[in-house]
């Protein structure tokens, strides 16, 4: 129960600071009804009151009017008016005491512009209070203060100024007309059927006649322009002129010249033809005088082979 206690009073807090600006050190005034019940409770304020805002700094207040409103009580406020008497002294301004109801009211103004938090019992100053926005309320249940949450007034203005905040400022206001035709513009462009995309066409490029052919037809026609004398006379020239044959030995060479040079080299080919025939014979003949092997030198070498393969064999198992 604690623990969900103190979360409801730091989700509290953090409203009133995050919406009213109220933070550390938190400035608390105590009134003599809440000193008189927490002296009953045996409740030490000084030491209580900073649990209540999450262990943050505390500066308990009173003000000319409460203390004197305690001492009129006599004795049920003599203990009250010693503590009080510990707390900082708010100057409240008036030289003839009023209620002390009345004098906190005038402390928090309509809007708590001082931020401060009021620790009471007096139901009318509590119900006061929380028509007033951004008015932290301290109570005693018992003998366990608690911090309440936030009141409608507090919220509801919190939710006008987030209206506010959405709506258009007064510099905005002149520009909405050309924002809205502008808009507006742009939905009947919207509105308008778009032109759907057919098959496209060939590629021009691709049309396009090939260089080679272009080449090939302007050259046909030049051939054709050309006097029948003119190109009887080119090919008469083609036709005389010797076909040249190319060679590794002698280079380029004419037809003829290449004729004649194998007639010149024919007697030497000849003879060498013999020289090679005669060697060829001289070969046949040594190997016919080499002696054949043994048909028991043949039988060892098959053995051998077996041996070898069989050890092959062997060793793949393995």
């Given amino acids: 129960m604690r623990v969900k206690r103190q979360k409801n009073f730091r989700r509290s807090l953090r409203f009133y600071r995050l919406a009213h600006e109220i933070q550390a050190p938190y400035k608390v005034v105590v009134d003599g009804t809440f000193l008189t019940q927490s002296l009953q409770n045996k409740i030490h304020v000084r030491e209580q009151l900073p649990k209540v805002v999450c262990n943050d700094r505390v500066t308990p207040m009173v003000t000319n009017c409460v203390l004197a409103e305690l001492r009129a009580l006599g004795d049920r406020g003599r203990g009250a008016a010693f503590i009080a008497k510990g707390y900082y002294r708010v100057k409240c301004g008036h030289h003839t005491e009023i209620g002390a109801a009345a004098c906190i009211k005038e402390q928090i103004g309509t809007t708590n512009e001082r931020k401060l938090m009021v620790a009471t019992q007096d139901i009318d100053l509590v119900t006061d209070l929380r028509k007033i926005p951004g008015v932290p309320l301290i109570r005693l249940n018992m003998s366990v203060p608690y911090l309440e949450e936030p009141s409608t007034a507090s919220k509801a203005e919190i939710r006008a100024a987030e209206k506010t905040k959405i709506l258009p400022q007064s510099w905005e206001l002149a520009k909405l007309p050309a924002l809205q035709q502008k808009e507006a513009l742009a939905a009947a462009q919207a509105e308008k059927p778009r032109k759907k995309k057919g098959p496209r066409g060939a590629n021009p490029l691709s049309c396009l006649s090939s260089k080679k052919k272009a080449k090939v037809e302007r050259a046909a026609a030049a051939a054709a322009a050309a006097t029948p004398a003119a190109s009887a006379a080119a090919a008469a020239a083609v036709a005389e002129k010797p076909k ?71 060793s793949r198992r393995r």
């Fill in 244 to 314: 040249r044959t190319r060679s590794r030995r002698m280079g380029t060479v004419t037809r003829s010249e290449a004729e004649e040079r194998s007639r010149s080299q024919g007697g030497l080919g000849s003879a060498a033809a013999g020289a090679a025939g005669e060697a060829a014979r001289k070969t046949d003949v040594s190997s016919a005088a080499r002696p054949a092997r043994t048909t028991d030198a043949a039988k060892d070498d098959e053995e051998v082979g077996e041996a070898v393969q069989e050890q092959s064999k062997r």
